[in-house]
């Protein structure tokens, strides 16, 4: 089983259209999780932390559910801008330097 | 505008060659590390330095070897390459606390003849 699992698309959504995107990860010890986004041929970059009672950010909604081991982020309104690949990370336990990085999700937000 | 800055941006080397590759970051943090990004695999996490001291070498070949001089430079040596090897190399930084985000630079896109 692979340490952190997400589908990796592509979803194809137009403009205005909600999108949520699951990760489910493997090792029950970690501790920190987070939503990265990478864009092509780009370096990732962070798009939010992800807390245990859910947190949003604008259009953002990110929720944690640790007795299923599950992450989830939601898109409001997605923008064209929006297109890129989500990846899911979370921690080697509690090692705060040591990251797992999902396959990533990619999304298309179409006119 | 990255405060982690990567050279160079695109390298091709022959398997025989010996290049490095360049990371700094201009973000007082304390800890670098190398991951490896190959097409449809996810980011591979190859060494973590926190201190200056390299905390983890995850199963990496030996025809990589890290350098880690002081807190804000790092770099990769490369030697006897093999094709399988090309791929985009990040390199990133964090502050070492329980909740450290990366901040990555923009990659060196490897391919190796």
């Known amino acids: 089983r692979k340490e952190v699992e997400q589908d990796p698309g592509p979803f194809n959504v137009p403009e205005g259209a909600t999108v949520a995107f699951n990760c489910t990860y493997s090792?029950?010890?970690?501790?920190?999780f987070f939503w990265y986004r990478q864009d092509c041929r780009k370096e990732p970059k962070l798009l939010m932390s992800?807390?245990?009672s859910g947190n949003e950010d604008g259009r953002f909604t990110a929720q944690l559910n640790r007795a299923s081991q599950y992450i989830s982020l939601l898109i409001r309104d997605s923008k064209l801008s929006d297109s890129a690949t989500y990846l899911c990370v979370v921690t080697r336990g509690n090692a705060g330097n040591m990251l797992t990085f999902g396959g990533g999700t990619r999304l298309m937000v179409k006119p | 505008e990255t405060g982690v800055t990567q050279t160079p941006r695109h390298l091709v080397m022959g398997m025989t060659n010996k290049k490095s590759l360049k990371c700094e970051q201009h973000l007082g943090h304390n800890a670098m590390y190398w991951y490896k990004q190959s097409a449809k695999k996810p980011l591979e996490l190859m060494f973590v330095?926190?201190?200056?001291?390299?905390?983890e070498n995850n199963s990496v070949p030996s025809r990589f070897s890290p350098e880690c001089p002081n807190s804000s430079h790092l770099f990769l040596h490369l030697h006897t390459l093999q094709p399988e090897d090309s791929a985009l190399y990040l390199c990133?930084?964090?502050?070492?606390?329980?909740?450290?985000?990366?901040?990555f630079g923009n990659g060196t896109r490897l391919t190796v003849t």
């Open positions: 992800v807390y245990s």
């Open positions: 330095y926190s201190l200056e001291e390299r905390v």
């Open positions: 990133a930084s964090s502050q070492e606390t329980r909740i450290s985000p990366l901040h």
């Open positions: 090792n029950s010890a970690s501790q920190s």
